[in-house]
């Protein structure tokens, strides 16, 4: 083993056209005028340090003299590219076997939702393969899928369980994502979410006597016997699935447990879930499709971010939450892809060229709700989400002379995104990129 001295480094990355660094000034998440135009360094370098933490970012005349005689594990030249932070997806939901594309087809020849479920399809069709798919299978497919996101721009992922909906199968679902967050180069924020819907066979009431005195005690044994790490707790808070009462019992469990809130909320019927989520101190809540007025300001005052999923409201052809509203109020806005087997995207460029298309943010504000706001709604905006020093050196090298290019290229990160870089190592490449 070499010993490493002061003045050895694991990255250099120079020269790059733009380095965009989203804060620069250790803010924790950005709202109204602090999204408008976010920092970038023209002609800009980085130093990486051995603990994959970022030592410095600046012009490259001032890295330059101040490494003169430094050394450096690898060097990349980005001339003509672009640095930006790495991206995190707040919102998937990747452990599950049997895909749904049938129902797609369905849905497209005009089925309604419905009929789509009297022929077998939907949440329970999902739940029935993941309960009969062993662990191993579970984590190999979880494996690719992580391994997609990676290569689309996603360093930090915050990944559901919740179709399993008994005991066995959401503890099951939770360890495949524990091993992924071991095995894996991309950082996983884990989130366990049986109350993901009612099961076949229980009442709501029932679901949530399981959820709160069986599954979540054996979760908080799991969790001290150090066998799982779980940061987040999430409930569908929906008329029909779990109501305002029975989400609020279920979170404040999960509360009591240490876990962060973040759940589903004000998706399909305005049910007050985010004057909920204000009131018990949630770090997040997904969806707000249709969120009140006053859900909004309650959501502003109580730093509580707005999770928004553009393919959601795409593909189920919902009406879009209303973001310009939120930005407005100051809420604190941060993008999903919601990946899951009735919504295939895991791309967070596509995601944020929707959110700027069909919510109409600036792509300025896409990217700080696909960063720094990303990793706020994830408790970790103190060491992910912007290029400062200090923080774990996750960033994209993109091949294309200004950054909104990434958001531009609808569907076209694939031939943009040359380096994926994970505290201070490269976990992709891509040699044949192809910027125009
Ligand atoms: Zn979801």
Sequence with gaps: MSVKHENDFRLFVKNAKQVVLVCNGGERFLTKDGMQKLPVVENGSLIIGNDGLLKAVGPVDAIDARYKGASFDTVIDASGMVVIPGLIDVHTHPVWAGDRVHEFAMKLAGATYMEVHQAGGGIHFTVEHTRRASEEQLLV??????????????????????????????????AVIERARLASPICISSTYCGAHAVP?????????????????????????????????????????????HSTRTILQAGKDMGLQLNFHGDELHPMNSAQLGAQ?????????????????????????????????????????????????????????????????????PMVMHLACVNMRLSMDQALAAATINAAYALGRSHSHGSLEAGKEANLLIVDCP????????????????????????????????MSY
Aim: one cysteine or more; charged letters at 25%; glycine letters at 8%.
């Design 141 to 174: 497919d979880l494996t690719r899928r992580l391994t997609r996101m990676l290569r689309t721009g996603t360093t930090l992922v915050e990944c559901k369980s919740g179709y399993g909906l008994d005991l066995e199968t959401e503890m099951k679902m939770l």
């Design 200 to 244: 076949r066979g229980k009442t709501p009431a029932e679901a949530v006597e399981d959820i709160v005195h069986i599954q979540l005690p054996r979760l908080q044994e799991k969790m001290t016997k150090g066998e799982l790490q779980v940061d987040n707790i999430d409930v569908f808070c929906e008329k029909g699935v779990f109501d305002l």
């Design 280 to 348: 018990l101190g949630a770090l997040a809540i997904s969806h707000l499709e249709e969120v009140t007025d006053e859900g909004i300001a309650a959501m502003a005052k109580s730093k509580t971010a707005a999770v928004l999923l553009p393919t959601t409201a795409y593909i189920l052809r919902l009406p879009q939450p209303r973001a310009r509203d939120m930005l407005d109020a100051g809420v604190i806005v941060a993008l999903g892809s919601d990946f899951n087997p009735n919504a295939y995207c895991c791309s967070m």
């Design 402 to 433: 200004r950054w909104e290019h990434l958001i531009y290229q609808f569907g076209g990160h694939q031939e943009l995104i040359k380096y994926v870089i994970i505290k201070g190592e490269v976990v992709y490449e891509n040699k044949n990129t």
